[in-house]
């Protein structure tokens, strides 16, 4: 299966803890897209990367959160200081090519804070 | 922000009936892309759609990007059991990369 990977599908942290999601996007694939779910909601884009490159974080807390996509090997969302308002699904996406386009979706990383 | 409007949010139909939704936004878009959601997963796309009054299909999924960009429909026909879930249009502005702007949703349930 070539698709959009994500690990872990579930993560449980307390408060203050930090919270590292990993992306791997699907095959060929240098494009990728973070964006947050919290219940009963529509998904709300966080940030858009390409390898070693921070394209558009304009969705992005300023505060305690950072993405990366280095060379080699998966992005990397990460949380600091985790609080209970964190606690949502995080949806990783990618995509072929630049700007417009169809995004694949990944399974998603539901995070609980307690 | 920019915004889409989704409607309807839920919808209780029978087996075999026919289903529209929609979604529209005071922004115009240059993409609209639409996408089916299980509980515990992630979005599945469904129909991509690249120009205004483009009308596509996908089995019995029907999609169309409306003349004035700002608004897309969703039809499905004779619908099933497994077309419970829910509905997320998304659409990309011109000029701001790639980033999806998502509609609220409808979530869909089928009566057998």
């Known amino acids: 299966n070539a698709g959009v990977m994500q690990n872990p599908r579930h993560l449980v942290r307390r408060r203050g803890q930090e919270a590292r999601l990993r992306c791997s996007p699907m095959?060929?694939?240098?494009?990728v897209y973070w964006y947050r779910q919290l219940p009963e909601e529509g998904l709300k884009f966080m940030v858009y990367?390409?390898?070693?490159?921070?394209?558009?974080e304009s969705g992005m807390p300023k505060e305690r959160f950072s993405a990366e996509f280095p060379k080699e090997g998966p992005s990397i969302l990460r949380i600091q200081q985790v609080v209970r308002g964190d606690s949502a699904a995080y949806f990783c996406a990618s995509s072929p090519g630049p700007g417009g386009g169809e995004q694949f979706f990944g399974p998603g990383t539901r995070l609980t804070v307690l | 922000g920019q915004q889409l409007n989704q409607s309807p949010q839920s919808m209780f139909i029978q087996e075999g009936e026919d289903v529209s939704m929609n979604c529209t936004s005071s922004?115009?878009?240059?993409?609209w892309l639409w996408y089916k959601q299980d509980p515990g997963e992630g979005p599945v796309l469904l129909i991509a759609l690249y120009k205004a009054g483009e009308l596509t299909s996908n089995g019995r999924l029907t999609a169309q990007f409306g003349i004035t960009r700002k608004d897309s429909f969703l039809n499905i026909s004779a619908s099933i059991p497994s077309d419970v879930g829910i509905y997320f249009c998304?659409?990309?502005?011109?000029?701001?990369?790639?980033?999806?702007?998502f509609g609220q949703g409808t979530e869909l349930s089928v009566k057998p």
């Open positions: 095959k060929g694939h240098s494009h």
């Open positions: 922004s115009i878009f240059n993409t």
């Open positions: 990367l390409q390898k070693e490159n921070i394209i558009d």
């Open positions: 998304a659409g990309q502005l011109y000029n701001q990369g790639g980033k999806l702007i």
